[in-house]
């Protein structure tokens, strides 16, 4: 999916910046600061590598498996979802102006969306902020609930979607969201449309995997 803004479209590279005192950019730097991070200010691991999926920096967790959805077409990747036995966080990350708030422009265009679905999208604040519970009646069973996330970055935003557990139990989904704590984000220095998804990229080990296959 692909956000665009409400009044502009064409490729933005915001100049501008806050002063070091702004109330705004000094509550963006304090919600970033235990993670997810920019990559620039990434921690190093204790023990092991990040997997390297160009915009995504992914810490290996030993309860959660690395899934990629790939298009056979073009080989482009087009999910990237970290899975544990008790549900899934599902992640991508979206160019953004230096200093602006992308997630509160993006937040109505997915409730719209749920709606349109039959479903509805409920807000309620979280640990980076506003976020959305949307829930989807399905044709058997309970409907499916969704916890829509969304972390304004420098330049960036990422948006992370959480399955079962951390969605439907968001009080109790510590484990979950210490998961995307540990995410990295970069994204680069090229001039991208505000809204455009970043590159995501398979890691070399996973070629080999599929051409073996």
């Known amino acids: 999916m692909k956000f665009r803004r409400k009044a502009q479209s064409e490729p933005v590279e915001d100049d501008g910046s806050l002063e070091a005192d702004d109330p705004e950019e000094e509550t963006a730097a304090d919600l970033l600061a235990d993670g997810p991070f920019d990559s ?13 999926l160009g915009s995504l920096l992914i810490t290996p967790e030993p309860n959660r498996e690395l899934r990629l959805q790939v298009d056979e077409a073009s080989g482009a990747v087009q999910q990237v979802l970290l899975a544990g036995p008790d549900g899934a966080l599902e992640v991508r990350a979206f160019a953004a102006p230096r200093n602006g708030d992308l997630w509160s422009e993006v937040r109505p265009q997915i409730a719209a969306e749920v709606a349109q679905s039959g479903g509805t999208a409920t807000e309620r604040e979280g640990p980076w902020g506003t976020e959305l519970i949307c829930q989807v009646g399905q044709r058997s069973g309970a409907p499916q609930v969704t916890r829509v996330l969304g972390i304004n970055g420098p330049r960036w935003m990422l948006r992370c979607s959480l399955l079962g557990a951390g969605a439907a139990r968001p ?24 809204g455009e998804a970043l590159p995501v990229v398979m890691p070399p080990q996973a070629r080999r995997v599929e051409q073996n296959s």
Do not use: F, K, T
Request: aromatic share 2%.
């Open 40 to 52: 620039e200010d990434l921690p190093p691991l204790a023990d092991g590598e990040r997997v390297d």
């Open 171 to 194: 009080d109790e989904s510590g484990d979950w969201e210490d998961s995307i704590r540990r995410l990295g984000v970069h994204r680069g220095s090229h001039a991208m449309p505000v």
